[in-house]
């Protein structure tokens, strides 16, 4: 009997190249992306729901690798032409994401006006663009180093008793997860909604306070990253900037410069405009995040406390 060649979902790999941040969720993604689409030969800051939904379902067995590739090579296809021709823009002006928080509004209203079709494509393999996109927790799986070629992964790492003192500040608790506007993946179990964070110990999820739940989530987040870099290869890895939210608060110059390397362009005028609206550089108080620890351990167990102690730990020996 002769084999049977079976058909799978296909989409081509990007044409422009991507700059992915990545990181949890307060990270400062939205500060690195600003730094980086303030340069010059760059485009504005994006964000693709699509392609971090596809990275979710695939976590919790919902979607195949295939399907979860698929979408995600559409989805910047889609958003990479989209920029040509002006379509699915963001106008809304104090959005990180809209054409006037860009240094030049003006080429994307101009876009507006561009026909569409193939001339669109041959513009985008002459021109060599360079598209920023948000990625929450793009290290969950491995899906985006299949799934594209000609790209940058920065990776976002920030304190953990930080991190999980502003999800709370913010009011990441349970309730946010019935929210009409939540944007992470979100399940159905026994009449509860959870997020995707939770799949596999949903139980335990309901029955730990919210102070508690948050720090266990932390945890369950780095062992997604732990397997996935488990899973990619030497060059791959090599493929992975890691960018500490405290050096760019401290220090936006040396990140700066770092990242004019990387990517090899330039910073503009706009780009010290971003300094300024994000008031770079920054004081880092430690007193703070000492506080912000105390808060924390009066709300939960001792072992808790110490899970995020040796989050902590691991933290600060990152390289």
């Known amino acids: 009997m002769k084999n049977k060649i079976k058909s799978y979902p296909f989409a081509q790999k990007n044409i422009s190249k991507i700059v992915f941040v990545s990181g949890n969720t307060r ?18 800051v994006n964000f693709s729901p699509l392609m971090e939904q596809a990275n979710f379902l695939t976590l919790t067995n ?5 399907a979860a590739i698929y979408f995600q090579r559409r989805a910047f296809s889609i958003l990479d032409y989209n920029l040509r021709i002006g379509r699915e823009i963001n106008f809304r002006k104090k959005d990180f994401t809209s ?3 860009y240094r030049n509004p003006k080429k994307y209203l101009k876009n507006l006006k561009s026909q569409e079709g193939d001339k669109v494509i041959a513009k985008l393999k002459k021109e060599k663009s360079v598209v920023p996109i948000m990625i929450h927790h793009g290290l969950s799986t491995p899906n985006l180093f299949s799934a594209f070629d ?3 992964f920065f990776e976002m790492i920030r304190n953990p008793v930080s991190i999980v003192y502003s999800w709370l500040k913010k009011g990441y608790d349970e309730k946010f997860y019935y929210s009409y506007r939540v944007g992470c993946l979100t399940l159905k179990y026994k009449n509860k909604i959870v ?14 306070n919210k102070y508690e739940k948050v720090i266990e989530i932390f945890l369950r987040l780095e062992k997604f990253k ?11 890895k090599k493929k992975i900037i890691y960018i500490r939210l405290e050096d ?17 362009k330039r910073k503009t005028n706009y780009t010290n405009k971003i300094f300024k609206q994000e008031k770079l550089p920054r004081t880092i108080d ?18 808790y406390f110490k899970k995020l102690l040796q989050l902590e730990n691991k933290y600060f020996k990152i390289k």
């Not at 997020?195 to 730990?208: C, R, V």
């Not at 770092?258 to 090899?264: A, P, Q, R, T, Y």
């Not at 430690?286 to 072992?303: A, D, G, W």
Request: proline share 2%; no cysteine; hydrophobic share 40%.
């Open 286 to 303: 430690l007193y703070n995040t000492q506080y912000q620890k105390e808060m924390i351990k009066k709300k939960v167990s001792s072992i």
């Open 226 to 236: 732990e397997k996935t870099l488990k899973k990619l290869n030497i060059k791959d």
């Open 27 to 44: 990270s400062g993604k939205a500060v690195m992306l600003k730094i980086i689409a303030s340069l010059k030969g760059v485009e504005k």
């Open 150 to 152: 000609n790209f940058v």
């Open 195 to 208: 997020p995707y964070y939770a799949h596999g110990w949903e139980k335990k999820y309901l029955q730990l």
């Open 62 to 66: 919902n979607i195949s690798k295939d």
């Open 248 to 264: 760019l608060y401290i220090n936006p110059l040396l990140i700066l410069n770092k990242i004019e390397k990387i990517l090899k």
């Open 99 to 101: 054409i006037y928080e």
